[in-house]
């Protein structure tokens, strides 16, 4: 069942223009945050306001971290082989 006297949480989707979000109340008061278009986007957040900023700076360090990622685990390019006649 839901979090609060049996109720489920409420959830909302919410977009400044440039960014989507899925908003849902937190039991302990609050909004649990995330992003549909990213689903490695994480936070949590008191205000819709907040839920922006703090969703920016996840992304941010997503970005980050990917990137990080990327760069540690390129793969090496062979020469190609020539052709034997």
């Known amino acids: 069942m839901g979090w609060k006297d049996g109720a489920m949480a ?3 989707t919410v977009s400044d223009g440039k960014i989507v979000l899925s908003l849902e109340e937190a039991a302990e008061g609050g909004f649990v945050v995330s992003s549909p278009l990213d689903p490695g986007v994480w936070t949590q957040a008191e205000s819709v306001g907040e839920a ?3 969703a920016r700076d ?6 980050a971290a990917r990137r990080q990622l990327a760069a540690s685990t390129k793969t ?5 082989r020539k052709a034997v006649a």
């Open 76 to 80: 090496v390019r062979r020469k190609p």
């Open 10 to 12: 409420k959830k909302y």
């Open 52 to 54: 922006f900023e703090n």
């Open 58 to 63: 996840a992304m941010k360090e997503l970005a």
